[in-house]
């Protein structure tokens, strides 16, 4: 069995605030193969965002401490790496499509300029992007990048993409700018994409869309991908496997279909029923009492305890490992929970 392409190993995080020092991941496990779709989900807060930005190394120090744990990429940590030596990483071998892509592009620059300076820094590390020899001179790569520009607009599908090339970012709807930020994330052809909730701020139509078009690349690049989601019906339509996030720690992952049909965490359980159906009647609709713990002085113990109905005096008391649920109450391989009264349940949904 090969090694996994990306592997997080015991990640702790704390980030210092104000009211104190906040530990935000706790103990993150994740192996991630080459090829996988990986969506990470949770409530908003449970640290996915942060998970993925550790990856890249965007997580600025201070105010984030890492205490201990390991980021292994292609076997190398990346949290022992120098900032010169993951510089050549991000954008490269590893690319990220960010949250909103209102913010995420320059208004004053034309998506032309955008695209060729991300080509351009990529290239300088792998110059057969751009299909040069190694002589030529930046007038030479910087038309072979503008070429690599327009091909990658036209491979996310943008209308005209020739004539929108040197366009500004506010003459795009919010699909096309988000289809330019995932040309911009594929431009240095990476190995793993990291895409940090990329249908958030889209309509149910175009989410679809951009979707089909993830789904797209991933095929034609070989991608490795951890699609960062709140959108549970995302993960089911787009995704290989599934981690559960909860108040910085994973508390179920394993083949999404698996993990869906036969949910065993109670958090996971609690995320599937506050799904509406359209066979619901009008009030049925569940939520999760209490509220996400305060991560500044969590809870002892499980830290969905507080909120869980078959908590005891042991899940107060001692964290739960992810453990691999027993053959006998799993269908598939590969399905971890992290509880001591796992108990799956055939889903609704």
């Known amino acids: 069995m090969s090694a996994p392409l990306l592997e997080i190993r015991d990640l702790h995080l704390w980030m210092r605030s104000f009211e104190g020092e906040a530990h935000v991941l706790q103990g993150v496990d994740l192996q991630v193969g080459h090829g996988e779709v990986w969506g990470v989900v949770g409530e908003t ?28 990429f292609n076997g190398q940590d990346l949290l022992q790496m120098s900032e010169a030596q993951m510089r050549p990483l991000r954008g490269g071998r590893i690319g990220m499509i960010f949250q909103d892509p209102t ?71 919010g699909g096309m700018r988000q289809r330019v930020l995932i040309a911009m994330a594929l431009i240095g052809r990476p190995q793993l994409l990291i895409a940090d909730e990329p249908t958030t701020a889209l309509d149910v139509s175009v989410q679809a869309q ?14 490795t991908v951890l699609l960062i989601t709140h959108n549970l019906g995302v ?26 049909r036969r949910p065993t965490h109670p958090y996971t359980r609690a995320l599937l029923a506050a799904i509406p159906r359209r066979e619901m009647a ?12 305060d991560l ?38 590969g399905h971890e929970v992290a509880c001591f009264h796992a108990h799956p349940v055939e889903a609704a949904c």
């Open 45 to 72: 807060g449970c640290g996915k965002s942060l998970t993925g930005l550790s990856v890249s190394r965007l997580v600025p120090s201070p105010p984030a401490r890492y205490g201990r744990g390991q980021i292994l």
């Open 103 to 173: 913010t995420n592009l320059n208004p004053l620059f034309r998506i032309s300029e955008q695209l060729v300076d991300v080509a351009l820094a990529a290239a300088a590390w792998r110059l057969e992007l751009l299909g040069v020899p190694a002589g030529a001179s930046a007038r030479e790569k910087r038309r072979a990048a503008r070429a690599l520009s327009l091909e990658m607009l036209e491979r996310v599908r943008i209308p005209d993409a020739a004539q929108r090339l040197d366009d500004f970012p506010h003459q795009f709807s």
């Open 210 to 223: 951009v979707l089909a078009l993830l789904r797209d690349m991933v095929r034609d690049f070989r991608m």
């Open 235 to 260: 993960v089911a339509q787009a995704c290989s496997h599934v981690a559960v996030m909860y108040a910085g720690s994973i508390v179920e992952r394993g083949p999404v279909q698996e993990v869906m």
């Open 282 to 293: 009008r009030g049925a609709l569940e939520g999760i009492p209490g509220t996400v713990p």
């Open 296 to 333: 500044i002085h969590p809870p002892p113990g499980c830290r969905f305890a507080p909120r869980c109905a078959r908590a005891q005096e042991g899940c107060r008391a001692q964290v739960p490992a992810l453990e691999p649920v027993p053959s006998a109450l799993a269908a598939g391989a």
